[in-house]
């Protein structure tokens, strides 16, 4: 045994130097390549820190047209529903107050000539002799002829401040919205052009006129005036955004540069002698980093193997979990969304299970059909935008309050940019209100150009709203259903798509796939004192759809659990002939509905213990009406009963056995 080991020690240590030296032989075969790969990627880390630099600035400036496009839009429409000038001037003064607060303070105001008369939001007062119609702001918007335009920077004399003109004719052809945005944000951003402290950056525009400078006393300078930069300034204009190399100052520099809104340029130069002296050395003390890694690596490795696996095997548990919060976030969105809508519960999840259907019929992979279910749960997400009383209005909409409900997939696609790393989730929020004949919203989009994950969503949408009840009618009948979504192929629906949900309604004989009818939630009581049963009685007798039962004891509380199965049991922590702990414990034996404790001791050995026997909540006595209420409120609309569903009915009742996400 001994002889053998050491034979395998033996191997193991050859094969060990031998590949140590082949890795050094491929060390220094590729040191001259990778030096110069190197020298590549720092040119392409200048390049995409440029262009980085330049999206910061374009996103800022788009900022500006895009509260401009809003209050163009809006004042459009006052004008033409015969708003006052008070009226037109009052939604200015809100508009640039907001703006203030929503963005900042470079953002000045919002004015102009509307109604023949100047108005100004920021509260500005003209001369008596000024005359807006003189204005550069008013003749280009004239010139713009319902675009919007932005003007050429300028510096305010009296502030000494760099300001650019947002300007947009509207549709009387006389009347002119402008914006007016300080570049003290531009210059914040430019500053930070540094790469690494290894340059500096600076924008000008297509007639040299520097209009941020790392260096603020450059800002208002003309660089096609100096000799220095002019020859630079002529490459930039051809097009430098792959880097070139000047000398300037006496020094070899690469210039970084790309053109943005209204021929701006985004220039970067950073020193080549602070790029690049020290990649050599850099190389070095990285080869001989991965050889000590090398080595650590393999000595550990002898140590490491049950590790490993026993680390493998946690990861893959973490994943899960991860996975399972993951969804439980995503459901608890959706939960939210349809908690607005007291006409439509559970239509979020619905909707979700009926995408999902489809797209198992269409041949999905299993990767492609999470993506829709969870695209189908957060698909109203952007509603969280709009007024309750707009969605559970029960009379026909204004069409303002339906200007308010058109923008929900619009805003539910901006909210899940930060929480959604898949984009197909969100273009599929975003457009599944399109029609496949182009007249849908919220750009129009028709027939392929629609997402698909977005033509999926509309169906099962639409055949959830008409089997689902409304707030103005009861959910239709399934022939009625099959006879909208026939009349619907290829005006409303994708015709593919709508095939594949009529065929599914074929084979749901008994309609079962509709809104389920909302189910009586039975709430236990259980406490000795009558007069603490008959508060929480009162407290609770106002919630919907909820019978509420009592028990005194543990005899009663035991039987009753097993006659009435509970859906929720809020019992005191302390009876004559028992403890609320020891009482969980029995009751548990026979049901796994939620439990709320009720306690005058709130001390932390108690709070502890609750949470070790996994009770769901406590309550502290004397209880709180509007806290009691809203927790068993959360408890009766958790997971386990959204949409009318138990988690049991979900999985039993499924088609094809669709898989837990």
């Given at each position: 045994m001994k002889k053998n080991r050491s034979t395998i020690t033996r191997q193991f240590m050859l094969v060990i130097l031998l590949i140590f030296l082949l890795q050094?032989?491929?060390?220094?075969?590729?040191?001259?390549?990778?030096?110069?790969?190197?020298?590549?990627?720092?040119?392409?880390?200048?390049?995409?820190?440029?262009?980085?630099?330049?999206?910061?600035?374009?996103?800022?400036?788009?900022?500006?047209?895009?509260?401009?496009?809003?209050?163009?839009?809006t004042m459009n429409h006052l004008?033409?529903?015969?708003?006052?000038?008070?009226?037109?001037?009052?939604?200015?003064?809100?508009?640039?107050?907001?703006?203030?607060?929503?963005?900042?303070?470079?953002?000045?105001?919002?004015?102009?000539?509307?109604?023949?008369?100047?108005?100004?939001?920021?509260?500005?007062?003209?001369?008596?002799?000024?005359?807006?119609?003189?204005?550069?702001?008013?003749?280009e918007a004239l010139k713009g002829n319902g675009e919007m335009v932005m003007s050429s920077p300028y510096v305010d004399a009296e502030t000494g401040q760099t300001i650019i003109s947002f300007c947009q004719m509207l549709s009387d052809k006389k009347s002119v919205l402008a914006l007016d945005i300080v570049l003290n944000e531009i210059q914040n951003i430019t500053e930070k052009m540094t790469m690494g402290d290894m340059g500096y950056g600076f924008i000008v525009d297509a007639d040299g006129l520097v209009i941020a400078h790392y260096d603020r006393k450059e800002v208002g300078?003309?660089?096609?005036?100096?000799?220095?930069?002019?020859?630079?300034?002529?490459?930039?204009?051809?097009?430098?955004?792959?880097?070139?190399?000047?000398?300037?100052?006496?020094?070899?520099?690469?210039?970084?540069?790309?053109?943005?809104?209204?021929?701006?340029?985004?220039?970067?130069?950073?020193?080549?002698?602070?790029?690049?002296?020290?990649?050599?050395?850099?190389?070095?003390?990285?080869?001989?980093?991965?050889?000590?890694?090398?080595?650590?690596?393999?000595?550990?490795?002898?140590?490491?193997?049950?590790?490993?696996?026993?680390?493998?095997?946690?990861?893959?548990?973490?994943?899960?979990?991860?996975q399972k919060t993951n969804l439980g976030m995503i459901r608890s969105l959706a939960s939210?969304?349809?908690?607005?809508?007291?006409?439509?519960?559970?239509?979020?999840?619905?909707?979700?299970?009926?995408?999902?259907?489809?797209?198992?019929?269409?041949?999905?992979?299993?990767?492609?059909?999470?993506?829709?279910?969870?695209?189908?749960?957060?698909?109203?997400?952007?509603k969280v935008r709009v007024p309750e009383s707009v969605i559970n209005k029960p009379g026909k909409l204004s069409e303002e309050e339906f200007d308010s409900i058109r923008i929900h997939p619009s805003s539910g696609f901006h909210i899940l940019r930060d929480i959604q790393s898949d984009e197909n989730i969100g273009y599929g929020v975003k457009y599944?209100?399109?029609?496949?004949?182009?007249?849908?919203?919220?750009?129009?989009?028709?027939?392929?150009?629609?997402?698909?994950?977005?033509?999926?969503?509309?169906?099962?949408?639409?055949?959830?709203?008409?089997?689902?009840?409304?707030?103005?009618?009861?959910?239709?009948?399934?022939?009625?259903?099959?006879?909208?979504i026939i009349r619907g192929k290829g005006t409303q629906f994708d015709p593919k798509i709508a095939d594949i949900m009529l065929q599914i309604m074929d084979e749901d004989t008994h309609y079962e796939l509709k809104q389920k009818e909302e189910t009586l939630s039975r709430i236990m009581v259980v406490d000795d004192d009558a007069i603490s049963v008959k508060s929480v009685k009162y407290i609770l007798h106002d919630i919907e759809n909820i019978s509420v039962v009592s028990a005194q004891n543990e005899i009663e509380a035991v039987e009753l659990v097993d006659n009435i199965k509970p859906d929720l049991i809020i019992m005191d922590l302390k009876m004559p002939d028992t403890d609320g702990f020891s009482l969980y414990e029995k009751i548990r034996r026979s049901t796994?509905?939620?439990?709320?404790?009720?306690?005058?001791?709130?001390?932390?050995?108690?709070?502890?213990?609750?949470?070790e026997l996994g009770i769901t909540d406590y309550l502290s006595k004397p209880l709180i009406p509007s806290i009691t209420k809203e927790t068993v409120h959360g408890i009766l609309q958790s997971s386990e009963h959204v949409k009318g569903y138990t988690q049991q009915d979900i999985m039993n009742h499924r088609p094809e056995g669709l898989f837990d996400l």
């Open positions: 050094a032989l491929m060390l220094a075969v590729i040191f001259n390549s990778y030096y110069k790969s190197s020298v590549n990627n720092v040119k392409d880390l200048g390049i995409s820190n440029m262009k980085s630099q330049a999206t910061m600035v374009e996103n800022y400036l788009d900022k500006g047209g895009n509260v401009l496009w809003f209050a163009t839009e004008i033409q529903k015969g708003a006052s000038t008070e009226e037109l001037l009052d939604y200015l003064q809100a508009q640039s107050e907001q703006m203030k607060g929503q963005f900042d303070e470079n953002f000045t105001g919002i004015y102009g000539y509307l109604n023949e008369t100047y108005l100004d939001g920021s509260g500005w007062v003209p001369p008596a002799d000024y005359d807006p119609r003189e204005r550069d702001w008013y003749k300078q003309n660089y096609r005036i100096d000799p220095q930069y002019a020859s630079l300034l002529s490459r930039v204009y051809a097009g430098g955004e792959n880097g070139f190399d000047v000398m300037l100052n006496g020094e070899l520099s690469t210039v970084f540069s790309t053109c943005i809104e209204k021929d701006w340029y985004v220039v970067i130069i950073a020193n080549n002698a602070l790029l690049y002296n020290n990649i050599r050395s850099q190389i070095m003390a990285g080869i001989a980093l991965s050889i000590l890694i090398f080595l650590i690596i393999v000595i550990l490795s002898v140590f490491s193997i049950k590790r490993i696996t026993k680390a493998e095997k946690s990861e893959q548990e973490t994943l899960e979990q991860l939210v969304i349809d908690a607005k809508d007291r006409y439509t519960s559970g239509h979020s999840h619905r909707v979700a299970e009926y995408a999902l259907m489809i797209a198992k019929r269409m041949g999905k992979s299993e990767k492609e059909q999470k993506i829709i279910y969870n695209a189908g749960l957060l698909h109203d997400i952007g599944h209100h399109e029609r496949y004949d182009g007249t849908g919203y919220p750009n129009g989009l028709e027939n392929e150009n629609i997402p698909e994950i977005a033509r999926i969503i509309a169906v099962a949408d639409a055949y959830d709203a008409m089997a689902s009840d409304r707030s103005y009618r009861k959910a239709l009948e399934q022939s009625e259903v099959r006879a909208e796994d509905a939620p439990v709320i404790l009720m306690s005058g001791d709130k001390s932390m050995e108690t709070i502890k213990k609750i949470r």
